[in-house]
């Protein structure tokens, strides 16, 4: 299915008239002098080797320039023009240069540099829509996703030989999360050459109850925003008491209805910050090859929340808390399936806690952090008497720390495993009180789940008619017991700060680890710009 998106905007007549007398300037060359023609793009292609594999493979047949590619130069040069709408770095395509070489185009020579430079122009655009524009593990060592990239001789393949529309079509990313995205991006920028939300709400926190100058801004804009009508109420009554509160809840606030400081720095962000967000959230989805039509679990991190999605409706949602923002805590951003699960787990202690924690501690005191265990390389518990901590450091301690199976193991009563290389994992916590906090990132890197029980009896009701029953047997024997998935479930650790629900409404999230602020930078050097937004 194609989502073609944006396909009559202003600027497409001039464009498309433009285009035309080109391909009439053209048409009478064509192979004029052949061998010019051949040797010139040769060249200019041989710094490519995909662009000079493909040429080379088709008898150095054109795409772009010769008399019969009018349609498929118009619709390419068409839909570059869309790359301020996609939040992708316009220069990169440079449509104006493009089209002054294809006007200026004199001899055979000229012609066959300009047919390459429409191909590196296409195969660029078809990789960052279906792929993005950046790497994004050169930006954060955290965004660990596998990006999927396509191979450039089928982008050249489809192109040649499909209908140009319906290819370049194909290209878009298809989620409705992404057209939500652009949706949002276009109504920030209109809303931005309106004058934006209007002055900010000066002084400190706003209660229901008060009047003044702090609450008419408030109210004005809160109206701005989209989350009260229009009213000349000067008090803040219970209207913009609701009004508050669904902020809250686009936010991920506490929803108590008052204007704190937490809240009052949300509302002061302006929707210059707010695009950029979009921007970010759109190149996050070019990243997303996923299904989300299947079941799966999705844990955004900066919502500090996990969610079970079946055919784009929640059916279970919890609280987590996340890795610390620390260099080597955050928790990593990659998809997986989740395969088992384990009740009553031990808890093996990751070696960079035991050499950076414990190994200190041990080396002081030989009996410090008595609840965990001291195993050999044969996994194999040894009497800490025998060993002789300061005999060791970081690198060459060759024991293992283990917390067998209790109520305060660190992994509570049950994880959830999704075997992987960064050894993260979805688990209980006996550090219950961590879950009332707004801003939840406090772990090693693992997610810690506030309604672990609830979530292990929504997995084993898809695999038996009685799972309280089935995990609570397990449970009471006090004895790590693993319970395979008879169907692994998906697992996708995001990061949007930016992210449209249900209805379609963009919430906005906290950037808790600076990794959107980083790959704004990114996007800004590869040459994306606010549209309209100056400085």
């Known amino acids: 299915m194609f989502f073609p998106v944006l396909r009559k905007l202003p600027c497409r007549p001039a464009l498309v008239s433009m285009s035309l007398a080109l391909a009439q300037g053209l048409t009478p060359a064509a192979h004029a002098d052949g061998t010019s023609f051949t040797q010139s793009l040769a060249a200019s292609a041989s710094s490519d080797a995909a662009i000079?594999?493909?040429?080379?493979?088709?008898?150095?047949?054109?795409?772009?320039?010769?008399a019969a590619d009018a349609a498929r130069r118009e619709a390419l040069l068409s839909a570059l023009a869309t790359a301020q709408d996609h939040g992708l770095p316009v220069a990169r395509y440079d449509v104006a240069k493009l089209t002054a070489m294809l006007r200026a185009a004199e001899t055979e020579g000229d012609r066959g540099r300009a047919e390459v430079e429409m191909t590196r122009a296409y195969l660029a655009w078809a990789?960052?829509?279906?792929?993005?524009?950046?790497?994004?593990?050169?930006?954060?060592?955290?965004?660990?996703?596998?990006?999927?990239?396509?191979?450039?001789?089928?982008?050249?393949?489809?192109?040649?030989?499909?209908?140009?529309?319906?290819?370049?079509?194909?290209?878009?990313?298809?989620?409705?999360?992404?057209?939500?995205?652009?949706?949002?991006?276009?109504?920030?920028?209109?809303?931005?050459?309106a004058g934006g939300w209007g002055e900010t709400v000066a002084g400190g926190p706003v209660l229901p109850g008060d009047t003044g100058p702090a609450v008419i801004a408030l109210r004005d804009r809160l109206v701005r925003m989209g989350y009260l009508a229009p009213t000349a109420v000067a008090s803040y009554d219970r209207t913009l008491q609701a009004a508050v509160t669904a902020f809250q809840l686009s936010h991920g606030l506490t929803p108590d209805g008052a204007v704190?400081?937490?809240?009052?720095?949300?509302?002061?962000?302006?929707?210059?910050?707010?695009?950029?967000?979009?921007?970010?959230?759109?190149?996050?989805?070019?990243?997303?090859?996923?299904?989300?039509?299947?079941k799966h679990v999705w844990v955004n991190l900066p919502d500090f929340r996990a969610k079970i999605i079946d055919g784009g409706k929640t059916i279970f949602e919890t609280r987590v808390v996340i890795g610390k923002n620390v260099p080597d805590q955050?928790?990593?951003?990659?998809?997986?399936?989740?395969?088992?699960?384990?009740?009553?787990?031990?808890?093996?202690?990751?070696?960079?806690?035991?050499?950076?924690?414990?190994?200190?501690?041990?080396?002081?005191?030989?009996?410090?952090?008595?609840?965990?265990?001291?195993?050999?390389?044969?996994?194999?518990?040894?009497?800490r008497g025998s060993v002789n901590f300061a005999a060791y450091n970081a690198r060459n301690f060759p024991y293992a720390l283990r917390q067998p199976p209790s109520d305060g193991n660190a992994?509570?009563?049950?994880?959830?495993?999704?075997?992987?290389?960064?050894?993260?994992?979805?688990?209980?916590?006996?550090?219950?009180?961590?879950?009332?906090?707004e801003v939840r990132a406090y772990s090693h890197g693992c997610i810690r789940v506030a309604d672990p029980?609830?979530?292990?009896?929504?997995?084993?009701?898809?695999?038996?008619?009685?799972?309280?029953?089935?995990?609570?047997?397990?449970?009471?024997?006090?004895?790590?017991?693993?319970?395979?998935?008879?169907?692994?479930?998906?697992?996708?650790?995001?990061?949007?700060?930016?992210?449209?629900?249900?209805?379609?409404?963009?919430?906005?999230?906290?950037?808790?680890?600076?990794?959107?602020?980083?790959?704004?930078?990114?996007l800004q050097a590869a040459g994306v710009e606010l549209a309209g937004v100056q400085g």
Do not use: C
Not at 341 to 366: A, C, F, T
């Open 330 to 383: 955050r928790s990593p951003e990659f998809s997986d399936e989740m395969e088992h699960m384990v009740i009553n787990p031990s808890w093996g202690v990751p070696r960079s806690i035991i050499v950076k924690e414990y190994l200190p501690l041990l080396q002081q005191n030989p009996n410090a952090v008595g609840h965990l265990q001291v195993v050999d390389g044969r996994g194999r518990v040894v009497s």
């Open 52 to 66: 000079a594999e493909w040429y080379r493979t088709t008898g150095y047949a054109t795409l772009w320039t010769g």
């Open 411 to 437: 992994l509570g009563k049950v994880k959830f495993m999704f075997p992987n290389q960064y050894n993260i994992y979805l688990h209980d916590t006996p550090s219950k009180s961590l879950f009332d906090k």
């Open 127 to 193: 990789h960052d829509l279906t792929s993005g524009a950046l790497t994004p593990k050169q930006v954060d060592a955290g965004i660990v996703r596998e990006i999927n990239v396509i191979d450039p001789q089928v982008l050249l393949s489809r192109i040649a030989r499909g209908d140009p529309e319906a290819v370049l079509a194909w290209l878009e990313p298809r989620s409705v999360q992404y057209l939500q995205l652009m949706k949002a991006k276009l109504g920030l920028e209109a809303q931005i050459a």
């Open 453 to 522: 029980f609830a979530l292990a009896h929504e997995l084993l009701s898809w695999q038996t008619d009685d799972a309280e029953a089935e995990f609570e047997a397990a449970l009471k024997t006090g004895k790590e017991t693993m319970v395979k998935l008879k169907e692994h479930l998906p697992v996708h650790l995001v990061y949007f700060t930016a992210y449209p629900d249900a209805k379609g409404r963009i919430g906005y999230r906290r950037d808790v680890y600076g990794r959107d602020a980083a790959l704004w930078s990114a």
């Open 260 to 294: 704190g400081e937490g809240t009052l720095a949300e509302i002061n962000i302006g929707p210059e910050a707010r695009l950029k967000s979009v921007i970010v959230a759109m190149e996050r989805e070019r990243w997303m090859h996923i299904d989300r039509e299947v």
